[in-house]
């Protein structure tokens, strides 16, 4: 038996045991020490974040977002079913309403044709979730919040050092969630990042990250003792994390490119079972770079995805489905959503299946799986054909 292919691991760039020791060693670990400001120095120059601050989790930064925006009772937010459960908690966490709309069937986030329908008098804001690291349309996007006086947050979990139209995810809506979990690219161990896009309000923000005190501007000598000013919690990231994260940010372009080679890899092995009608691959658009967070097939049906993850799964290879849609999930359907509100997210979740991406995935595992996935479809043959059955 070969040795099993982990689904994911986390990569480790060399340089994360150095910075942790000089952590260590300035005696300094609480947030905003110096490898803080490294961190946010690196994010903001590289991403053109008007400001940044660390978090605790791209969760943590998502809440945030919403106190920003200052929503409560009775405001709404549009965003998709397909994705993580924590998009929807922090509308939830400000007693606001999620609203729930379908997605497109080429890139799996947000469609944009269907915001506008979705508008009511109480909707306050519009989270895109930039899923695998491929950008929503957002030209559109920040057209319709415009138009309608919406802010825009979005949900760049997966999407750092990913672009859309020559500008850099995060940086586009007014607020925008960064994610450095250990299952994302860029990691350390659990962490994220808030990009603050609109400058009025950076300094509530401080406010809210520092226990709603004013720590901050006492920091700075803008006052002579600090105190409770307004709401708040701890939304800060220690120096502990973002030493290891600086490490990591060091590579950013290396960790992209690596994974780049794997993406089209799978990519060049698989089009010709495309082709043959098996499965579905991921779209790029024009408009978009990724980061290659996720490689993803869609295959025929529920059936057939199933029985290629049993069928790796023997074979030693770890692949994953992925969200269970937020609107059919007990949470959902408290919240009154059906099953069938949301067709194109239902059907694609269903049949969504995603293999190893890692920078140390090493050519010849790679190979193993892609032999391993074309071997199935020579195995089970047309029964389970795909074409044709893409939703439209
Ligand atoms: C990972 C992820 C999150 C949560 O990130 P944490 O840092 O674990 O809180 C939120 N949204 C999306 C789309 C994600 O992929």
């Given at each position: 038996?070969?040795?099993?292919i982990?689904?994911t691991?986390?990569?480790?760039?060399?340089?994360e045991?150095?910075?942790l020791?000089?952590?260590?060693?300035?005696?300094?670990?609480?947030?905003?020490?110096?490898?803080?400001?490294?961190?946010?120095?690196?994010?903001?120059?590289?991403f053109?974040?008007?400001?940044?601050?660390?978090?605790?989790?791209?969760t943590?930064?998502?809440?945030?977002?919403?106190?920003?925006?200052?929503?409560?009772?009775?405001?709404?937010?549009?965003l998709?079913?397909?994705?993580?459960?924590?998009?929807?908690n922090?509308v939830?966490?400000?007693?606001?309403?999620?609203?729930?709309v379908?997605?497109?069937?080429?890139?799996?986030?947000?469609?944009?044709e269907?915001?506008?329908?979705?508008?009511?008098?109480n909707?306050?804001?519009?989270?895109?979730?930039h899923?695998?690291?491929?950008?929503?349309?957002?030209?559109?996007?920040?057209?319709?919040?415009?138009?309608?006086?919406l802010?825009?947050?979005?949900?760049?979990a997966?999407?750092?050092?990913?672009?859309?139209?020559?500008?850099?995810?995060?940086?586009?809506?007014h607020?925008?969630?960064f994610?450095?979990?250990?299952?994302?690219?860029?990691?350390?161990?659990?962490?994220?990042?808030?990009?603050?896009?609109?400058?009025d309000?950076?300094?509530?923000?401080?406010?809210?990250?520092?226990?709603?005190?004013?720590?901050i501007?006492?920091?700075r000598?803008?006052?002579?003792?600090y105190?409770w000013?307004?709401?708040?919690?701890?939304?800060?990231?220690?120096?502990?994390?973002?030493?290891?994260?600086y490490?990591?940010?060091?590579?950013?372009?290396?960790?992209?490119?690596?994974?780049?080679?794997?993406?089209?890899?799978?990519?060049?092995?698989?089009?010709?079972i495309?082709?043959?009608?098996?499965?579905?691959?991921?779209?790029?658009?024009?408009?978009?770079?990724?980061?290659?967070?996720?490689?993803?097939?869609?295959?025929?049906?529920?059936?057939?995805?199933?029985?290629?993850?049993?069928?790796?799964?023997?074979?030693?290879?770890?692949?994953?489905?992925?969200?269970?849609?937020?609107?059919?999930?007990?949470?959902?359907?408290?919240l009154?959503?059906?099953?069938?509100d949301?067709p194109?997210?239902?059907?694609?979740?269903?049949r969504l299946?995603?293999?190893?991406?890692?920078?140390?995935?090493?050519?010849?595992?790679?190979?193993?799986?892609?032999?391993?996935?074309?071997s199935?479809?020579?195995?089970?043959?047309?029964?389970?054909?795909?074409?044709d059955?893409?939703?439209?």
């Amino acid at each position: 038996m070969q040795p099993v292919i982990p689904f994911t691991r986390p990569f480790i760039s060399g340089n994360e045991n150095r910075y942790l020791s000089q952590a260590i060693d300035s005696g300094s670990l609480a947030a905003d020490g110096y490898f803080t400001q490294r961190c946010t120095s690196l994010i903001s120059d590289k991403f053109g974040v008007g400001k940044i601050v660390m978090t605790p989790s791209c969760t943590a930064a998502l809440e945030m977002a919403i106190l920003l925006c200052d929503l409560g009772p009775g405001d709404e937010v549009i965003l998709p079913s397909f994705t993580f459960a924590s998009t929807a908690n922090a509308v939830i966490a400000a007693h606001a309403k999620p609203i729930f709309v379908d997605i497109r069937p080429d890139t799996l986030n947000l469609n944009e044709e269907l915001i506008e329908q979705a508008i009511t008098p109480n909707t306050k804001a519009i989270m895109p979730v930039h899923y695998g690291g491929i950008a929503c349309e957002m030209g559109k996007i920040m057209d319709i919040a415009q138009r309608h006086q919406l802010r825009v947050i979005e949900d760049a979990a997966q999407a750092v050092n990913a672009s859309y139209d020559g500008r850099w995810l995060g940086s586009i809506g007014h607020l925008g969630a960064f994610s450095f979990h250990h299952t994302k690219n860029y990691v350390c161990g659990e962490g994220g990042a808030l990009c603050i896009n609109e400058s009025d309000l950076t300094s509530r923000a401080d406010i809210i990250r520092e226990k709603g005190t004013n720590r901050i501007q006492f920091l700075r000598g803008d006052v002579d003792k600090y105190t409770w000013v307004n709401r708040g919690s701890s939304y800060v990231l220690s120096e502990i994390n973002c030493a290891f994260l600086y490490a990591q940010l060091e590579q950013l372009d290396w960790i992209t490119e690596r994974r780049r080679e794997t993406f089209e890899r799978y990519l060049y092995h698989f089009t010709s079972i495309e082709e043959e009608g098996f499965i579905q691959l991921p779209t790029i658009p024009e408009s978009c770079r990724s980061n290659y967070h996720i490689f993803y097939l869609i295959l025929r049906d529920v059936t057939a995805r199933d029985g290629l993850m049993r069928f790796l799964k023997e074979r030693g290879i770890e692949a994953a489905f992925h969200y269970v849609p937020l609107h059919s999930s007990p949470m959902g359907r408290a919240l009154g959503y059906h099953f069938d509100d949301l067709p194109i997210t239902q059907n694609l979740s269903s049949r969504l299946l995603r293999l190893p991406i890692y920078p140390q995935l090493t050519e010849r595992e790679q190979l193993r799986i892609i032999d391993e996935v074309k071997s199935f479809f020579q195995y089970t043959g047309t029964d389970v054909l795909v074409r044709d059955l893409t939703v439209a």
